[in-house]
């Protein structure tokens, strides 16, 4: 079975840094693109950037370029999202998700909560 | 960057009826290589979202066929021959030509009425 399995749920403190993963089992991780996507509480999608974990630098989106990091690392079949400095609107939901064709396979999602 | 716009944003729907979802792109999505680069997607509730559309018109693997996707250019339309109560959730288009910098539209609440 193809899924997407990412790691639990985090309550940061802002100023503090963070790293989330996606491991991708189930078919040829780095053969496909792997995208991050954020939903803040009761919004909608945001797509924030991708990248190939067969080699490529990862592209973002202008709204989230220098804010975050994504990285993959392809002998672990895993995906990574990070943060330097967190901040309070860093607060959301995070999914990663594979694109063929369209983003056909998702993960279960990760639960960022950043609270002073 | 391209802007997707969806109409309505809320749509109630009696069980068996049929619904209708509009996403207008602000910038041509037909690529050279024939296919439109517009995908559908839906979140039901508590869930992650779900693929149900790409290219335009093609089904995902598993989609009912009564999940019907149509359009060129900038101009899309998901249709829903006749919707079912776990149809319900929140409906969402996406850009994907321009190259790896996609967006998602604002997504249309879809509730039974």
């Known amino acids: 079975e193809v899924q997407l399995v990412q790691s639990g749920a985090e309550v940061k403190k802002p100023g503090e840094s963070l790293k989330i993963s996606c491991k991708g089992s189930?078919?040829?991780?780095?053969?496909?693109?792997i995208a991050w996507v954020r939903q803040m509480p009761g919004k909608g999608l945001e797509w924030m950037g991708i990248?190939?974990?067969?080699?490529?630098?990862?592209r973002y989106s202008p709204s989230f370029q220098g804010q975050v990091t994504i990285s993959a690392d392809k002998s672990i079949n895993t995906a990574f999202l990070q943060w330097s400095s967190l901040k309070v609107s860093d607060t959301a939901i995070y999914y990663c998700?594979?694109?063929?064709?369209?983003?056909?396979?998702w993960g279960q999602g990760t639960t960022v909560t950043v609270s002073s | 960057d391209i802007v997707m716009t969806q109409s309505p944003l809320s749509l109630p729907v009696t069980p068996g009826e049929p619904a209708s979802i509009s996403c207008r792109s602000s910038?041509?999505?037909?690529?050279?290589?024939?296919?439109?680069?517009l995908d559908w997607y839906v979140q039901k509730p508590g869930q992650s979202p779900q693929l149900l559309i790409y290219?335009?018109?093609n089904r995902a693997s598993g989609v009912p066929d009564r999940f019907r996707g149509s359009g060129s250019g900038t101009d899309f339309t998901l249709k829903i021959s006749r919707v079912e109560a776990e149809d319900v959730g929140v409906y969402y288009c996406?850009?994907?030509?321009?190259?790896?910098?996609?967006?998602f539209g604002q997504g249309t609440k879809l509730e039974i009425k």
């Open positions: 998700a594979r694109r063929e064709g369209g983003l056909d396979v």
């Open positions: 189930g078919y040829k991780f780095a053969t496909y693109w």
């Open positions: 990248i190939y974990p067969g080699g490529s630098d990862p």
């Open positions: 910038q041509s999505l037909l690529h050279s290589d024939g296919y439109n680069y």
């Open positions: 290219l335009g018109s």
């Open positions: 996406m850009q994907g030509l321009q190259t790896l910098l996609f967006t």
